[in-house]
T-cell receptor, first 118, second 110 residues
Framework: EPEVTQTPSHQVTQMGQEVILRCVPI?????FYWYRQILGQKVEFLVS????????KSEIFDDQFSVERPDGSNFTLKIRSTKLEDSAMYFC????????????????FGEGSWLTVV | SQQGEEDPQALSIQEGENATMNCSYK?????LQWYRQNSGRGLVHLIL?????REKHSGRLRVTLDTSKKSSSLLITASRAADTASYFC??????????FGTGTRLLVSP
């Protein structure tokens, strides 16, 4: 079964450093997302991306965050200057939603990237 | 905004018993999804139920949806130790973002 893959699985970084988390969404999917989960808390939406641009972002997704689809397969999340409170599991997700089609409502998630900022 | 809230927050049962988790949300929805998360792992999609559906089955899973009460339930029958995980409901989907509930931590003891 196709799956969303994420790298790295774990990363420890110094506060103030830049981090790039990488994702390969499912190949025929059109919508891409980043979510995060702080340890012990609920999963929170960060940003959605469609047609090479951000379609929606949350309050969490401030100027320190950016997303990019540098080629036809990768989707990245960059945190420019990490803070301690950025420590969390970051999930990439994708789906194949198309207007007028009943399928494609399911959003599939990757295994996540654990980010620890020290 | 739509928000799922699950109860109970934690549930501890014996293998073979049924586990029922409930989810409530605040606004109208097009569909509701249930996900499972093993400790420290990714979110696995279990089942999606559309707003015009009242019940849906998938293997040992049964999901109900009551849009008049803005609530959904997930029933796992004949539970196994391997079902130990956190279970989340989420509203949204399609091109919309998912809004997750707080989750129910299920512990199934052998």
């Amino acid at each position: 079964e196709p799956e969303v893959t994420q790298t790295p699985s774990h990363q420890v970084t110094q506060m103030g450093q830049e981090v790039i988390l990488r994702c390969v969404p499912i190949s025929n999917h059109l919508y891409f997302y980043w979510y995060r989960q702080i340890l012990g808390q609920k999963v929170e939406f960060l940003v959605s991306f469609y047609n090479n641009e951000i379609s929606e972002k949350s309050e969490i997704f401030d100027d320190q965050f950016s997303v990019e689809r540098p080629d036809g397969s990768n989707f990245t999340l960059k945190i420019r200057s990490t803070k301690l409170e950025d420590s969390a599991m970051y999930f990439c997700a994708s789906n194949s939603f198309r207007q007028g089609f009943t399928s494609g409502n399911t959003i599939y998630f990757g295994e996540g990237s654990w980010l620890t900022v020290v | 905004s739509q928000q799922g809230e699950e109860d109970p927050q934690a549930l501890s049962i014996q293998e073979g018993e049924n586990a029922t988790m409930n989810c409530s949300y605040k606004t109208s929805i097009n569909n509701l999804q249930w996900y499972r998360q093993n400790s420290g792992r990714g979110l696995v999609h279990l089942i999606l139920i559309r707003s015009n559906e009242r019940e849906k089955h998938s293997g040992r899973l049964r999901v109900t949806l009551d849009t008049s009460k803005k609530s959904s339930s997930l029933l796992i029958t004949a539970s196994r130790a391997a079902d130990t995980a956190s279970y989340f409901c989420a509203t949204g989907g399609g091109f919309q973002k998912l809004v997750f509930g707080t989750g129910t931590r299920l512990l199934v003891s052998p």
